[in-house]
C-alpha cells in the first residue's frame, strides 16, 4: 500500500538557518506529491505540490523537488524565519482519486529569534 | 468567499455515545473529505462526498458514517464511541478534478471518556 515516512522532529532552528525536511514514500503507480502546513490551532494549508517526477513545487521560499528515482520529496527553505514554526505534513494521493490523501506523521519546526 | 468552517470546535463524549461533527464547504466546492488526526499524528482519510454519495473510503469500521447535502455541506456521524476516537477530525472541501487542491477546516476536538 501507500505509505509517508517523514523524518522526526521536533526541528529547532535559528532565525535564516537553512532547513531540510526529509520524506520518502512507497506508493503504487505515480502520485503526485504535497507538503502542508499546519499552524497552531488551525487546518492544514497546502504549501506546495509537485504531480510528476522531477517536477519542483514552490512557495513562500519553500522548495520540494519530486525524485522518482529515491522515491523523495525533501521539503527546503533557504532562510527560515520565525513566522515558519509550524508543523509540516508530506503527503500523497492515491492514483485516481487526488483527494484521498495518505500523510506522513509530521515534522514540528520551531524557529528561534 | 467564505472557507471551510466546522462545528462544534470542541466537544466531549463518554464511551458508547453518538456524535455527529458538522463541516459546511468553501462555496462552490462540491466534493467534501473527512480526516482523523490523532494527538502526534499524520492526518488519516476516513471517507469523501461528492454529489450526496460516498466515493471513496479508509481504513474505518462502519460505525463511521457521513452524509452530504445539497448544499455540500456535510457531516460525520460516530456512533459506540471508543477512547481511541479522540482526535481531532478534519474536514476538507475541493472542487471537481484531479488537480484541485483541498482546503482544510480548522477541525473539530473530540475527547471520548
Known amino acids: 500500500g501507500n505509505s509517508v515516512t517523514q523524518m522526526e522532529g521536533p526541528v529547532t532552528l535559528s532565525e535564516e538557518a537553512f532547513l531540510t525536511i526529509n520524506c520518502t514514500y512507497t506508493?503504487?503507480?505515480?502520485?503526485?506529491l504535497f507538503w502542508y502546513v499546519q499552524y497552531p490551532g488551525e487546518g492544514l494549508q497546502l504549501l506546495l505540490k509537485?504531480?510528476?517526477?522531477?517536477d519542483k513545487g514552490s512557495n513562500k521560499g519553500f522548495e520540494a523537488t519530486y525524485r522518482k528515482e529515491t522515491t523523495s520529496f525533501h521539503l527546503e527553505k533557504g532562510s527560515v524565519q520565525v513566522s515558519d514554526s509550524a508543523v509540516y505534513f508530506c503527503?500523497?494521493?492515491?492514483?485516481?482519486?487526488?483527494?484521498?490523501?495518505?500523510f506522513g506523521s509530521g515534522t514540528q519546526l520551531t524557529v528561534l529569534p | 468567499e467564505t472557507g471551510v468552517t466546522q462545528s462544534p470546535t470542541h466537544l466531549i463524549k463518554t464511551r458508547g455515545q453518538q456524535v455527529t461533527l458538522r463541516c459546511s464547504s468553501q462555496?462552490?466546492?462540491?466534493?467534501v473529505s473527512w480526516y482523523q488526526q490523532a494527538l502526534g499524528q499524520g492526518p488519516q482519510f476516513i471517507f469523501q462526498?461528492?454529489?450526496?454519495?460516498?466515493?471513496g473510503r479508509g481504513n474505518f469500521p462502519p460505525r463511521f458514517s457521513g452524509l452530504q447535502f445539497p448544499n455540500y455541506s456535510s457531516e460525520l456521524n460516530v456512533n459506540a464511541l471508543e477512547l481511541d476516537d479522540s482526535a481531532l477530525y478534519l474536514c476538507?472541501?475541493?472542487?471537481?478534478?484531479?488537480?484541485?487542491?483541498?482546503?482544510f477546516g480548522n477541525g473539530t476536538r473530540l475527547t471520548v471518556t
Open positions: 506508493a503504487t503507480g505515480y502520485p503526485s
Open positions: 509537485a504531480t510528476k517526477a522531477d
Open positions: 503527503a500523497l494521493n492515491r492514483p485516481g482519486s487526488a483527494r484521498q490523501l495518505t
Open positions: 462555496s462552490g466546492h462540491n466534493t
Open positions: 476538507a472541501s475541493s472542487l471537481e478534478g484531479s488537480n484541485s487542491p483541498l482546503y
Open positions: 462526498y461528492y454529489r450526496e454519495e460516498e466515493n
